[in-house]
């Protein structure tokens, strides 16, 4: 696994070869990490991708063409060597393609780039998949940072702040035991009611694991300090989106989660073409997508 860096005159990047994750957001003047530091004790990883598939799928495995397949949670890019395609001062391409390997649990050749652009104090995360097969493919992508709250020592996280770019209130998921959504009809579903876009982060938030956002309800996620001052914000066009900290664990961090897709439903039956919020691809077509995450001076 190599380490590549990217640097603006304040902040520094590192992005690992190894699922060409981004490892490592650093305020270059006030030493200040934003990036979770993958301690294992809560959860090993930073920001991973997540591909081809986004979330757990029902009984771990998914049927396509009247085969089962297993495949475990998030996909396998995210555990995969990803090759270097080029690199400048401030921006960076990995790539991946489909392998016998990959092929053996998912049936379609592919090929699929990862990038990162540092402009200033803002991350832009990219990404790129074309459909190599003869057939149309059928994928989900998503993203999964995770980021430092609380920012200090001291601190308490249900004493920070989300916000959102909306004042209405937000219709979430639930996941229940196994992973799956618990799917209800979405004025029935469980709402976080913001006082003009703020949410206090709860200490029970996430007891009940992720939170699923779905139907282009919200595309800029921030975090805010108790005095309420604005340290980092995630923008995205995908049409849902995750927030996510290890159940019950008083985890240090949050995740913000653009998504393109997600897990299964509790009661989802159906194939792969089938699954709720996927994507299609036909032969030759590319697929584009891209996230930022801005870092403000504190």
């Known amino acids: 696994m190599a380490t590549h860096i990217l640097k603006s005159d304040t ?35 930073h920001a991973p991708i997540l591909f081809p598939f986004v979330g757990g799928l029902k009984n771990k495995s998914y049927q396509y063409d009247g085969k089962v397949y297993p495949m475990s949670q998030h996909g396998f890019a995210r555990d995969m060597e990803f090759d270097l395609l080029h690199e400048t001062k401030n921006e960076i391409w990995f790539a991946l393609s489909s392998t016998e390997e990959t092929y053996a649990k998912y049936p379609f050749h592919f090929h699929l780039e990862l990038g990162y652009r540092l402009t200033e104090r803002t991350i832009t995360v990219m990404w790129k998949v074309m459909n190599e097969d003869e057939k149309t493919m059928y994928f989900s992508i998503g993203g999964h940072p995770a980021f430092f709250c609380p920012l200090k020592e001291g601190e308490k996280q249900s004493d920070y702040y989300l916000h959102f770019d909306t004042d209405q209130p937000l219709h979430y998921l639930l996941i229940d035991d196994a992973g799956m959504a618990v799917k209800k009809p979405y004025e029935e579903q469980n709402r976080l009611k913001t006082n003009q876009g703020f949410l206090p982060i709860g200490p029970h938030m996430f007891d009940q694991d992720a939170l699923i956002i779905e139907e282009n309800q919200c595309h800029e996620v921030s975090l805010w300090t108790p005095s309420k001052k604005l340290y980092l914000t995630v923008s995205f066009d995908a049409p849902l989106f995750g927030l996510w900290s290890p159940a019950r664990k008083n985890a240090p961090f949050i995740c913000i989660e653009p998504w393109y897709g997600r897990c299964d439903s509790s009661d989802f039956t159906g194939s792969l073409e089938e699954r709720e919020w996927g994507n299609q691809l036909e032969p030759g077509q590319p697929f584009e997508a891209s996230y930022s995450i801005k870092i403000e001076e504190m």
């Not at 003047?29 to 530091?37: A, D, G, P």
């Open 11 to 45: 902040l520094t990047l590192q992005i690992a070869s190894s699922g060409a994750e981004l490892i490592s957001i650093r305020d270059s003047r006030m030493n200040t990490e934003y990036l979770w530091n993958g301690d294992p004790v809560y959860w090993k990883r």
